[in-house]
């Protein structure tokens, strides 16, 4: 008996190893283009930066019999590598480099029932340079989603080839002002610049983005309720004169500290935690997506718009023509991480959690 339990022990520690290290395996990713470079080119050599915070994966596969960590050997190398190959073939070149400075990249596709839904985010600046000065051209940061009967690297791809030949495509910039230091701390420049990045927030209500960035909250005289169970709510009251609870907060402030935890608003009555997550703010917000019950067509969506946003939804309407699709993509409310720009204050979708 002790021998047969023995063996059913061990037996479970091997199919936990083998689970673990399935989580975990690594499928890497080889950026391929989807097209090539025609007509005047406005740049004729390529550098890739990479600043991700997190350069250890690109994010997470679970479909197409695939089923890991995807990541790429070398992202600037892979990056650059797609990028000249696409100019090879390319006349005329101009004498400008295109320097591409990638602040995030992440591919992410989940299964709900027997529907597939990728995304693919990308945050990027391009700038055309000459002589070590540069301009920027491009600034990108856009989730985009869609029902995906393809790996989600080949989609990946496609995205990908679309962002270069819009860099491409522009006319020259009429200066070049940025030095290669100057331009890489540009958000570190907007961040000192703005109290809730380097300094404790204050506890209180901030009723605008302004507030929030100056960390200057309004009032402190709010009523905090938590409820957990199955209600698991975070609401938000103002203190009436008598001291009690007065009309609920949710429709009128952007942020709140509690002295302990930053919430946003969630829907109209309640409030969900916002993080800080290295240099940057994270919330929950419900908005439009594809309605992932129910889609019929092979698109793209420019989710949080940026400017290849109109590029992306051109090319998925061309792609639906050509595969005779007609029905439009139904949208639904659907759960995304978003990102507080600090550049502009507004916030970005980066991942969709449902």
Same mark, same amino acid.
């Given at each position: +008996?002790?021998?047969?339990?023995?063996?059913?022990? $061990?037996?479970?520690?091997?199919? $936990?190893?083998?689970?673990?290290?399935?989580?975990?395996?690594?499928?890497? =990713?080889?950026?391929?283009?989807?097209?090539?470079?025609?007509? *005047?080119?406005?740049?004729?050599?390529?550098?890739?930066?990479?600043?991700?915070?997190?350069?250890? *994966?690109?994010?997470?596969?679970?479909? =197409?019999?695939?089923?890991?960590?995807?990541?790429?050997?070398?992202?600037?190398?892979?990056?650059?590598? +797609?990028?000249?190959?696409?100019?090879?073939?390319?006349?005329?070149?101009?004498?400008?480099?295109?320097?591409?400075?990638? &602040?995030?990249?992440?591919?992410?596709?989940?299964?709900?029932?027997?529907?597939?839904?990728?995304?693919? %985010?990308?945050?990027?600046? =391009?700038? $055309?340079?000459?002589?070590?000065?540069?301009? $920027?051209?491009?600034?990108?940061?856009?989730?985009?989603?869609?029902?995906?009967?393809?790996?989600?690297?080949?989609?990946?791809?496609?995205?990908?080839?679309?962002?270069? &030949?819009?860099?491409?495509?522009?006319?020259?910039?009429?200066?070049?002002?940025?030095?290669?230091?100057?331009?890489?701390?540009?958000?570190?420049?907007?961040?000192?610049?703005?109290?809730?990045?380097?300094?404790?927030?204050?506890?209180?209500?901030? %009723?605008?983005?302004?507030?929030?960035?100056?960390?200057?909250?309004?009032?402190?005289?709010?009523? %905090?309720?938590?409820?957990?169970?199955?209600?698991?709510?975070?609401?938000?009251?103002?203190?009436?004169? !008598?001291?009690?609870?007065? /009309?609920?907060?949710?429709?009128?402030?952007?942020?709140?500290?509690?002295?302990?935890? =930053?919430?946003?608003?969630?829907?109209?009555?309640?409030?969900?935690?916002? !993080?800080?997550?290295?240099?940057?703010?994270?919330?929950?917000?419900?908005?439009?997506?594809?309605?992932?019950?129910?889609?019929?067509?092979?698109?793209?969506?420019?989710?949080?718009?940026?400017?290849?946003?109109?590029?992306?939804?051109?090319?998925?309407?061309?792609? +639906?023509?050509?595969?005779?699709?007609?029905?439009?993509?139904?949208?639904?409310?659907?759960?995304?991480? +978003?990102?507080?720009?600090?550049?502009?204050?507004?916030?970005? /979708?980066?991942?969709?959690?449902?």
């Amino acid at each position: +008996m002790l021998r047969l339990l023995t063996l059913l022990l $061990l037996c479970s520690l091997l199919t $936990l190893s083998a689970l673990s290290a399935s989580a975990k395996k690594q499928i890497f =990713w080889t950026i391929t283009p989807t097209d090539t470079l025609s007509g *005047n080119i406005s740049f004729g050599s390529v550098r890739v930066i990479d600043q991700r915070e997190d350069k250890s *994966n690109l994010g997470t596969v679970l479909g =197409w019999g695939k089923k890991g960590v995807l990541t790429a050997d070398s992202l600037p190398v892979a990056l650059k590598h +797609m990028i000249t190959t696409m100019l090879r073939t390319a006349q005329p070149k101009a004498e400008q480099e295109l320097l591409v400075v990638v &602040k995030a990249i992440t591919l992410t596709d989940f299964i709900k029932t027997v529907r597939t839904v990728g995304s693919v %985010y990308l945050r990027i600046d =391009w700038y $055309l340079g000459q002589q070590d000065r540069y301009a $920027l051209a491009l600034q990108t940061d856009s989730l985009y989603e869609f029902p995906a009967p393809s790996p989600i690297d080949l989609l990946a791809d496609f995205f990908l080839t679309e962002s270069v &030949k819009e860099a491409a495509a522009l006319a020259p910039p009429a200066a070049y002002t940025l030095r290669l230091p100057e331009l890489l701390a540009t958000e570190e420049q907007v961040r000192a610049q703005q109290p809730i990045y380097k300094a404790a927030p204050g506890k209180g209500i901030y %009723y605008t983005q302004e507030q929030f960035r100056s960390n200057s909250p309004q009032s402190a005289d709010f009523i %905090y309720k938590h409820y957990t169970g199955s209600l698991y709510l975070d609401e938000f009251y103002l203190k009436n004169e !008598k001291g009690k609870r007065g /009309r609920n907060l949710a429709d009128t402030a952007y942020a709140i500290y509690n002295g302990e935890k =930053w919430f946003r608003p969630y829907t109209e009555t309640d409030f969900k935690e916002m !993080k800080r997550a290295g240099n940057d703010f994270y919330y929950y917000a419900i908005q439009k997506g594809i309605h992932i019950e129910d889609y019929s067509a092979v698109a793209g969506a420019g989710a949080s718009g940026g400017i290849l946003g109109t590029l992306i939804s051109t090319a998925a309407a061309k792609a +639906m023509q050509d595969r005779q699709y007609r029905k439009p993509i139904p949208m639904a409310d659907a759960l995304y991480r +978003m990102r507080i720009d600090p550049v502009t204050g507004k916030g970005k /979708r980066v991942e969709r959690l449902q």
